[in-house]
């Protein structure tokens, strides 16, 4: 009978190029795609210490292979923000001004 191995490695960060870096040591890297997980970590992190999205890189890997994404580019863009913006701007500037009695 096979013997199977379960071991759980903690995450690490990691500075570079600019960037922080979450690695995660995963056993059969090519088979596992740990990319919600390592979202997760990235989304808990801007939340903890006030960094960007944009300054996080996810990568995993084992003794053979590695594998790295930007998490920023799996969420969608809002092309509407702008417009939320603008809408925004002249609900405040509708208000202000003299008032009528």
């Not at 690490?12 to 995660?24: K, S, T, Y």
Request: aromatic letters at 10%; glycine letters at 6%; hydrophobic letters at 40%.
């Amino acid at each position: 009978m096979p013997v199977h191995s379960t071991s759980k490695c903690t995450p690490f960060l990691q500075v570079r190029n600019g960037a922080v870096h979450i690695l995660d040591y995963k056993p059969g890297a090519r088979a596992d795609k740990p990319i919600a997980q390592l979202m997760i970590y990235a989304l808990a992190l801007t939340r903890l210490t006030g960094l960007r999205l944009f300054d996080i890189k996810c990568s995993w890997f084992d003794q053979d292979e590695y594998y790295e994404f930007f998490p920023r580019s799996l969420l969608p863009r809002h092309h509407g923000v702008h417009k939320a913006a603008a809408l925004t701007k002249q609900h405040v500037s509708g208000t202000s001004g003299p008032r009528a009695a």
